[in-house]
């Protein structure tokens, strides 16, 4: 399985962006596929992910602002974010994995499948 995200850039204050991650090698439709992000000198943190295909979870610091969606015709899960923050800055990885239990979903080290990452710059 490999997994492409994409979609990152330099955006104002209270501004959007949508993140895409195209998954090939394998149909992901039923898979957790997680958005995670990692900002300089800090862990790898949990943002939020589309469990097994169809329930959602997000982290509170991005709930109501960060919409997590799929499209099983393309393979690809995406991120929407709106009213973003300097403090949303950060590289965001995508992840996936077909065996994760929901105990385990905010854990980066239970995903096995990871993609590059792509910078997200929140700045006026």
């Known amino acids: 399985v490999q997994l492409q995200a994409s979609g990152g850039g330099l955006v104002q204050p209270g501004g959007s962006l949508r993140l895409s991650c195209a998954a090939s090698g394998r149909t992901m439709s039923s898979s957790t596929i997680g958005w995670f992000r990692q900002a300089p000198g800090q862990e790898r943190e949990f943002v939020g992910t589309s469990f097994r295909g169809n329930r959602i979870y997000y982290a509170d610091s991005v709930k109501g602002r960060f919409t997590i969606s799929r499209d099983n015709a393309k393979n690809t899960v995406y991120l929407q974010m709106n009213s973003l923050k300097p403090e949303d800055t950060a590289v965001y990885y995508c992840?996936?994995?077909?065996?994760?239990?929901?105990?385990?979903?905010?854990?980066?080290?239970?995903?096995?499948?990871w993609g590059q990452g792509t910078q997200v710059t929140v700045s006026s």
């Open positions: 992840a996936a994995d077909s065996r994760l239990i929901l105990s385990s979903i905010y854990d980066p080290e239970r995903y096995n499948y």
